[in-house]
């Protein structure tokens, strides 16, 4: 009787531990399953999202927003709503972008997420208010964003009156840029690094002393302080070599460098052109080395001080993308004072006068430059990058 009991039991057990086993493979199977489908889903979404970004790059903004909707119905992630909100805004489709962009904030977005937003909300309220048009955001960022209400059981319609009429969301005009390329090339830009190189003739100091003509180079940095108005500053280090005059032999050399900063304006034709008109003022310190003077150990000396003064009109064309290069022909002039610092007879040295600058002078130059224009994501960088 025991040994039967006994084994009615072993078989009952072991009955039970094959159910157990089986069961635990079909949830880990499940499991497995659900966590595959889900990859799956984000794989699918991320494909969906990245051909979006390729049509909205080639301007196909309604076949763009489309994929973006679909990877937003495949996972619901801030980076997608973005996406989604930059193509319907692109499209003019205003109601529907501003509900996009509304549920990027109820799906967990990154600070640099949310400021790309309000960035965006920024845009589509000005293009509203500039098209006159009223926005309705509503919906759940990715289908229909209009404002609707369930039926009410306790007031049924009335057959015997027309519905009202559906809602249809705010559309205006498209943007005529694309928002996530760079802008068309235009004269505006961050900073610059660029060289000239002139050459002219006039008269520095005493008459003869010093040739009346010479040349040099120029290293200069831009700064475009109003775009809007392409209103810059400059900073340059000029150099320049006057040959001795013909005084003999009183006649010298001289070697000028100008420390300076100037203001200029391009003024150019058209919206986007390539060749603009640019006047400069500025002012400068100028340190020169008569006679190409050397101290005890062979190096040239400047040791006599004045300032100075610079005009100049440039031509510029600009070409390359985003019109970062540019090369330019220019005329002018560089102004100097009488030296007003600089060694005297009780330091063994040659007073202004001794060597021809105690009187001032001008050089008018041609030049010929190259300059390269630098710029941050104002100007020719996107308005928003997709993720």
């Excluded at 519905?163 to 760079?182: E, H, M, S």
């Excluded at 001080?305 to 610079?310: C, E, H, L, S």
Aim: glycine content about 12%; proline content about 8%.
């Amino acid at each position: 009787m025991v040994t039967f009991a006994g084994s009615v039991f072993r078989e009952g057990l072991t009955r039970m531990i094959r159910f157990t086993s089986f069961a635990t493979g079909i949830a880990l199977a499940a499991a497995l399953a659900g966590h595959a489908q889900a990859q799956s889903q984000a794989e699918i979404a991320s494909k969906l999202n990245e051909e979006g970004k390729e049509l909205m790059y080639a301007d196909k903004y309604a076949e763009a927003a489309k994929k973006f909707q679909e990877a937003v119905a495949r996972v619901p992630e801030a980076k997608y709503f973005i996406n989604l909100c930059t193509a319907r805004l692109q499209e003019g489709k205003l109601d529907e972008a501003l509900t996009a962009c509304n549920a990027v904030d109820l799906n967990n977005p990154s600070p640099d997420q949310k400021s790309r937003t309000e960035k965006l909300v920024a845009k589509i309220n000005d293009e509203a208010k500039k098209q006159h048009l009223e926005l309705h955001a509503g919906g759940g960022g990715g289908g229909d964003p209009g404002p609707s209400r369930p039926p009410d059981p306790n007031h049924p319609p009335d057959p015997s009156r027309p519905p009202p009429p559906a809602y249809t969301p705010v559309v205006g005009r498209p943007l005529g840029t694309n928002l996530v390329v760079a802008a068309p090339p235009d004269h505006r830009y961050t900073w610059t690094l660029g060289i000239d190189f002139f050459g002219g003739g006039g008269r520095i100091g005493q008459p003869d002393v010093y040739a009346s003509a010479g040349g040099g180079l120029r290293f200069k940095a831009d700064y475009l302080v109003n775009p809007i108005q392409r209103i810059g500053l400059q900073g340059y280090l000029q150099a320049t070599h006057l040959n001795p005059g013909t005084n003999d032999p009183d006649s010298l050399s001289l070697d000028i460098f100008d420390f300076g900063g100037a203001a200029y304006k391009h003024f150019c034709l058209g919206s986007t052109p390539r060749l603009c008109i640019t006047p400069l003022l500025g002012v400068h310190l100028s340190l020169m080395s008569p006679a190409g003077e050397m101290d005890e150990t062979g190096s040239q000396v400047f040791n006599y001080a004045g300032v100075g003064a610079r005009g100049e009109l440039s031509f510029a064309y600009a070409f390359g993308r985003r019109f970062e290069h540019v090369l330019s022909a220019m005329i002018g002039a560089n102004a100097y004072s009488p030296v007003l610092a600089g060694p005297d007879a009780a330091s063994g040295g040659f007073t202004a006068e001794e060597i021809g600058l105690d009187k001032g002078g001008v050089l008018a130059y041609v030049g010929l430059g190259y300059t390269y224009r630098f710029n941050t994501p104002i100007g020719s960088s996107p308005f928003i990058i997709l993720e």
